[in-house]
């Protein structure tokens, strides 16, 4: 069994800034990437920020410039996301997503945490 669970989310004001964090755990043999999703209310689901594990990361042209995605120095099943710069439209659901190869598995498949809401207004 391999879990994500997520943290840091919360009320912050426009311009704010906020750090989310999603540990993954359990059985895990390898894992192939680590990213963020966001679903806004009466919106599709996006990926905004993916980091590939010995890789690169790579934003949405929406957050590139005010998010940060980055692991755990000392742990890399853990992965953050810092986001300043934080505007109202960035108020969503903000889910953890991980490429797992589990231990006693041939292949990697999806992970996914149960979010966290980030809500920016006044």
């Known amino acids: 069994q391999v879990h994500l669970v997520e943290s840091g989310g919360g009320l912050v004001q426009p311009g704010g800034s906020l750090k989310l964090s999603c540990v993954a755990s359990?059985?895990?043999?390898?894992?192939?990437?680590m990213g963020w999703y966001r679903q806004a209310p009466g919106k599709q689901r996006e990926l905004i920020a993916a980091?590939?594990?010995?890789?690169?990361?790579?934003y949405a042209e929406s957050v590139e410039g005010r998010f940060t995605i980055f692991r755990d120095a000392d742990d890399k099943n853990t992965v953050y996301l810092s986001m300043s710069g934080l505007r109202p439209e960035d108020t969503a659901l903000y889910s953890c997503?991980?490429?797992?190869?589990?231990?006693?598995?041939?292949?990697?498949?999806?992970?996914w945490g149960k979010g966290t809401v980030v809500n920016v207004s006044y």
């Open positions: 359990g059985s895990i043999s390898a894992i192939y990437s």
């Open positions: 997503h991980a490429a797992i190869q589990s231990s006693g598995s041939w292949f990697g498949r999806d992970y």
């Open positions: 980091d590939v594990t010995g890789g690169s990361a790579h």
